[in-house]
Nanobody, 119 residues
Framework: QVQLVESGGGLVQPGGSLRLSCAAS????????MGWYRQAPGKQRELVAA???????NYADSVKGRFTISRDNAKNTVYLQMTSLKPEDTAVYYC?????????????WGQGTQVTVSS
């Protein structure tokens, strides 16, 4: 059994910052990649940022220069530092992990955390 537990969402004013965290726990042999997706009302879920175990990163164009993803491999935790937040960043943010659970490669999702950017 694998769980991804997110924290750090909330309400912030435009221009503000938030830091999301996601910790993976359970029967994990190795984690290939971890990242963040988001889904705004009426829109499809989209990739925000992802990082491989080796440290390669991928960002959505809309967040480049404002968001930074980082990982603590020893703690199986991924972070998303969000700065210069805009109202259009408002969404439910989901943690994602591609990992080996004992012997099986699979993709896992967190329950989501709400980020609201509003004055």
């Amino acid at each position: 059994q694998v769980q991804l537990v997110e924290s750090g969402g909330g309400l912030v004013q435009p221009g503000g910052s938030l830091r999301l965290s996601c910790a993976a726990s359970g029967s994990i042999f190795s984690i290939n990649a971890m990242g963040w997706y988001r889904q705004a009302p009426g829109k499809q879920r989209e990739l925000v940022a992802a990082m491989t175990r080796g440290g390669s990163t991928n960002y959505a164009d809309s967040v480049k220069g404002r968001f930074t993803i980082s990982r603590d491999n020893a703690k199986n935790t991924v972070y998303l530092q969000m700065t210069s937040l805009k109202p259009e960043d408002t969404a439910v943010y989901y943690c994602n992990a591609v990992l080996v659970n004992t012997t099986t490669l699979g993709e896992y999702w967190g329950q989501g955390t709400q980020v609201t950017v509003s004055s």
